[in-house]
């Protein structure tokens, strides 16, 4: 069989086409248009959705600083220090730990981990003539070292809490590294009674 028989018999095997009559063209519109109803209704569940997850999750994000949602959701911290803001507002840090363990065993008691975190704690400086050095201090490192950090973007009272989160982290891991403690996770975060949150 060659190239023109072949094409004989598939121009020839293709379907019928029926004619587009009146009933047609009305069953083809109804189909249509059954079809978009049901694409409207299932890109507004999807909207809907999404726009309740955004709600749920930024309602979350802000609850989130509150102490009593954090303990909630079981992030209990081993430590928190009160403090006042440049701005004399009533702040808090907490840090939490987790000390991992390496295959033979813990290389420090977990009693040596929680006493170096805690002297470095008491150690440090978090008097508002102090917080307003460290503030302007790694503003101008991020500035000189990465203008366009995101880090740069936050409003005033945001950054002051970072700084303050970021010093806390510094000094624990700091404290650890003197006594030759590693594996131990920190987490941390800073919470302030400003009016505008």
């Known amino acids: 069989m060659d190239d023109s028989q072949l094409d004989t018999l598939l121009r020839d095997s293709a379907p019928s086409t029926a004619a587009r009559s009146a009933r047609l063209r009305d069953a083809l519109g109804a189909v249509s248009a059954e079809a978009r109803v049901t694409r409207r209704r299932r890109r507004g569940w999807a909207l809907t959705a999404g726009l309740s997850g955004l709600i749920v999750v930024a309602s979350a994000g802000a609850a989130a600083?509150?102490?009593?949602?954090?303990?909630?959701?079981?992030?209990?911290?081993?430590?928190?220090?009160?403090y006042l803001s440049t701005e004399g507002e009533a702040c808090t840090a907490a840090f939490r730990l987790t000390y991992q363990q390496k295959h033979h065993g813990l290389v420090h008691s977990e009693a040596e981990v929680y006493e170096t975190a805690m002297a470095a704690a008491d150690r440090l400086d978090l008097t508002?003539?102090?917080?307003?050095e460290l503030v302007a201090a790694q503003r101008a490192e991020l500035e000189?070292?990465?203008?366009?950090?995101?880090?740069?973007?936050?409003?005033?009272g945001d950054f002051e809490d970072w700084t303050v989160s970021e010093t806390l982290n510094d000094a624990l891991g700091l404290a650890f590294s003197e006594r030759g403690i590693v594996r131990v996770d920190i987490a941390s975060s800073v919470t302030c009674e400003r009016a505008r949150r």
């Open 65 to 82: 600083a509150s102490p009593q949602v954090r303990q909630w959701f079981g992030w209990t911290p081993d430590r928190t220090i009160s």
């Open 128 to 132: 508002p003539a102090h917080i307003a």
């Open 144 to 156: 000189s070292a990465d203008p366009a950090s995101p880090w740069l973007a936050l409003e005033a």
